[in-house]
């Protein structure tokens, strides 16, 4: 979708419909509103008066122009009560409208800015929300079809302005917006691209050209440097695929690292997981390719702190590996000394998430950390916990999770604190290793254990662990996130690392 900003008045837009808004409990619409109402002879406040058309919340209203205007159709989106207006439902407003529009068959589309001049909202940050909802609400996941793809979609989206004074801030929004929605929209090509294609040297070679477009340094570690480094946990998951395992080292600003805070984000990159000799049922299975969200999210957010030019030091991990069974494959039962030198007793194949994050968080210690944040497609268990409302927080750590806490926050990417107990810790106790990589058979705590078991790894570091396996694929599409690969924690992290510096 092509998107741009200019200056004129809405009533003059050549579009096959335009987008003009609504607060709650507005009687007589005023700004463009009011202008369209007024040259469609006053059907927007006959339809209020009517109660067809009542400004809630992402409510859309279709009317025809009839020839009164260019544009021959028009859609009234709801704002919602003007008090409590803010970002994020600026955000669920410019998903409905641009999804509206889309079911109307609309090609070009035109819009005011939602929020921006009485409902308060900073420009840059209603021209945010609206580019940033309008691409990602829009999104579709790439398929391979034969014939011509279905061009369904809105193609062109403009944004119209009356002040002219105001274009410049809007053009600096609209273009963070689109930095954020196509780093997400980047995380969710990856992680729906399926693993017969994905696998970790596509995901390795998707990220080395992404780093050559953005200027971030790069560095791709082989089995051999990872056996150097006694990685062994990482590669006793690896070594039972055909496809060589690859760690991405992406760094955003790695000569200024000295002079600024270094921010270390690991993800958990299973481009398949069929549990291994603990073989998952074959029910759902397919989904499995999206157990690499976490590394996803982390290369997307890298491109995002890239391409924002944040003033940090920002690190992505992603160790890349396929869970897979053959002759050389891991066992239950068996024993690994990782990179730490701690060793741990394997229970279940399929907890192999762990296993890798286990010696990524070790790497992780070569960095002096201010933070180092996982997000992992870690544990079943989370989507038994929290269901499709919220991902699992785990740290200790008060100041980050404050930091993590605000940014969801603001981004509506809802994260719920769930208990690291120190009890938690007898759970994993192996008779063999200094940890077991599961309970089983006893399956209490399930989330806690796996947070616990990845805290074992972890080096002398502020740490904060993300479940997302109950986010990473959306199944009810709500505003923003149509079903599928959702990319879940990239807008939080990106919102993160820019309040860092407050
Ligand atoms: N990738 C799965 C977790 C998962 C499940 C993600 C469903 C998304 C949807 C992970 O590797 C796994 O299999 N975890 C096991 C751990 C258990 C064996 C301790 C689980 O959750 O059952
Ligand atoms: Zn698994
Ligand atoms: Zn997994």
Not at 421 to 439: G, H, L, M, P, Q
Not at 469 to 496: D, E, H, I, N
Request: include cysteine; hydrophobic fraction near 45%.
């Amino acid at each position: 979708m092509e998107i741009d900003i200019r200056q004129g008045d809405i009533l003059e837009a050549q579009a096959d419909l335009i987008i003009v808004n609504l607060f709650d409990g507005v009687t007589e619409p005023g700004g463009a509103t009011g202008a369209v109402d007024k040259a469609l002879d006053g059907q927007i406040t006959q339809l209020i008066a009517l109660g067809d058309c009542s400004g809630k919340l992402g409510e859309t209203t279709l009317l025809y122009t009839l020839g009164k205007l260019p544009a021959p159709r028009v859609l009234v989106v709801g704002l919602g009560p003007k008090d409590v207006f803010d970002g994020k439902k600026a955000r669920v407003v410019a998903a409905r409208a641009i999804s509206a529009a889309k079911k109307a068959g609309a090609k070009r589309v035109a819009t005011i800015v939602h929020g921006a001049g009485v409902g308060g909202l900073d420009p840059i940050e209603a021209a945010q929300a609206l580019v940033e909802a309008s691409l990602l609400e829009s999104y579709e996941m790439p398929a391979q079809r034969s014939g011509n793809g279905d061009e369904s979609g809105v193609e062109s989206l403009t944004v119209v302005e009356f002040h002219a004074e105001a274009i410049p801030l809007l053009e600096t929004g609209a273009q963070m917006g689109r930095i954020v929605a196509e780093s997400a929209i980047f995380s969710r090509d990856l992680a729906a691209t399926p693993s017969n294609i994905a696998t970790p040297g596509w995901v390795a070679a998707r990220a080395l050209e992404m780093a050559e477009e953005t200027g971030l340094d790069i560095r791709i570690m082989e089995w051999g440097e990872m056996e150097e480094l006694g990685m062994n946990i990482l590669l006793a998951v690896a070594k039972g695929s055909d496809e060589p395992p690859k760690f991405i080292i992406l760094e955003h600003n790695k000569e200024r690292a000295e002079e600024l805070p270094t921010i270390v984000l690991v993800g958990k990159g299973v481009t398949f997981d069929t549990g291994g000799y603990s073989l998952k049922r074959s029910d759902g299975m397919w989904k499995m390719k999206y157990d690499m969200s976490g590394a996803a999210n982390v290369l997307g957010i890298l491109r995002a702190a890239a391409l924002l030019n944040l003033p940090l030091h920002v690190v992505g991990l992603t160790p890349m590996v396929e869970n897979m069974i053959n002759g050389h494959a891991q066992k239950p039962g068996d024993v690994y000394k990782g990179m730490t030198g701690k060793t741990m007793e394997v229970i279940s194949t399929d907890a192999e998430g762990r296993m890798i994050l286990a010696d990524a968080l070790a790497y992780a210690g070569r960095y002096d950390a201010d933070a180092v944040i996982d997000q992992a497609t870690l544990t079943g268990a989370i989507s038994v916990a929290l269901g499709q409302q919220a991902a699992g927080l785990f740290t200790e750590d008060e100041a980050l999770k404050a930091r993590l806490l605000a940014a969801a926050e603001a981004t509506g990417e809802r994260l719920w604190p769930m208990p690291m107990f120190d009890e938690y810790k007898d759970y994993i106790k192996s008779d063999f290793a200094d940890v077991k990589n599961s309970t089983a058979p006893d399956r209490g705590a399930g989330v806690s254990t796996s947070a616990k078991f990845l805290q074992h790894f972890t080096e002398d570091y502020p740490w904060a662990h993300l479940d997302i396996a109950s986010m990473g694929w959306t199944k009810k599409p709500r505003p923003m996130y149509p079903a599928g690969a959702a990319a879940f924690g990239v807008r939080l992290l990106v919102q993160m690392l820019r309040d860092w510096n407050g």
